[in-house]
């Protein structure tokens, strides 16, 4: 399974663009990326997932770039709202599916 | 459609005592999973249970049984509860779909002193 390396922490203000950036040196071919985001007092739920190039939804924007040595996840115009942990998974055709430490964000008005 | 269930919310155990925690879930999903959550942590994998009828190790299994009693429910047990074993435990099932979601229930906090 594939490691993946995220900042531990992220501050942002309300209305800014946040980019988190996950680091998974030993993906292989058929993994794909997940991210998840988790509130505090809650589980964790799917935000978005990605093989290659750009994903975008109603709620985020993955960036993979071609070596797919990292993604990086992209939340437009944060709110209050959207402080909360964010995972990077790096899954394959299993269903061993480990989450990482995650990255922080807090978002401030 | 309830997702994922699990009981009880709260537990307070003392050294030594064992108890089961329950998952259920109606989405009729093959996969489930047991995580562990240590306060500031990041989720831990205990458990997994690919289909009905098998279990699998996952990142921290010592200390803990499972058991998937049919295709709803994915039992956890603690044996002998320690200390070190006080987290807030979840469990999450995923369908056979593209995307692999996983779908969480809202957690069994638990305290062992």
């Known amino acids: 399974l594939a490691k993946t390396t995220q900042p531990i922490s992220m501050d942002s203000y309300e209305g800014q663009e946040v980019n988190i950036t996950c680091s998974h040196n030993?993906?292989?071919?058929?993994?794909?990326i997940t991210w998840y985001q988790q509130f505090p007092s809650q589980g964790p739920r799917f935000i978005i997932q990605g093989y290659k190039t750009k994903v975008t939804n109603e709620v985020a924007s993955l960036f993979i770039p071609a070596d797919r040595k990292s993604s990086t996840l992209s939340l437009p115009r944060v709110s209050l709202s959207d402080t909360a942990v964010y995972y990077c998974l790096v899954r394959n055709n299993t269903d061993k599916l480990i989450f990482g430490t995650g990255t922080r964000l807090q978002v401030f008005p | 459609n309830a997702g994922v269930t699990q009981t009880p919310k709260f537990q307070v155990l003392k050294t030594g005592q064992s108890m089961t925690l329950q998952c259920a879930q109606d989405?009729?999903?093959?996969?489930m999973y047991w995580y562990r959550q240590d306060p500031g942590m990041g989720l831990r994998l205990i458990y997994y249970?690919?289909?009905?009828?098998?279990?699998d190790k996952g990142e921290v299994p010592n200390g803990y049984n499972v058991s998937r009693l049919n295709k709803r429910e994915f039992s956890l047990r603690l044996e002998s509860a320690a200390p070190s074993q006080t987290s807030v435990y979840f469990c999450?099932?995923?369908?056979?779909?593209?995307?692999?979601?996983?779908?969480f229930g809202p957690g069994t906090r638990l305290t062992v002193t």
């Open positions: 249970s690919a289909s009905e009828g098998t279990t």
């Open positions: 030993n993906i292989a071919t058929n993994d794909y």
């Open positions: 999450a099932s995923r369908g056979r779909t593209e995307t692999y979601e996983q779908y």
């Open positions: 989405m009729n999903h093959n996969s």
